[in-house]
């Protein structure tokens, strides 16, 4: 799996296999005109921003099987 990041319209992170797969799941579950700015994340950098966010809320075990697990997911939407 791979990260990417969308800064426009609304921010977004998500967990895909590939960037066209990462929009789909934009546009279902943040914003249906889909967005714009992407990136792809180093898993350095996903790890560190999703677990500062969800640090209060869930046990590492708990973010890791997040990042880990094969689902294609939104893991951040701000």
Request: hydrophobic share 40%.
């Amino acid at each position: 799996m791979k990260f990417f990041e969308c800064e426009f319209p609304f921010y977004a992170m998500i967990k895909a296999r590939t960037l066209k797969q990462a929009k789909s799941l934009y546009k279902k579950e943040v914003w249906l005109h889909g967005g714009s700015n992407w990136r792809e994340l180093p898993k350095d950098v996903v790890l560190l921003k999703y677990g500062m966010l969800h640090r209060e809320h869930n046990e590492p075990q708990f973010l890791l099987m997040d990042i880990e697990g094969d689902d294609a997911k939104v893991l951040i939407i701000k």
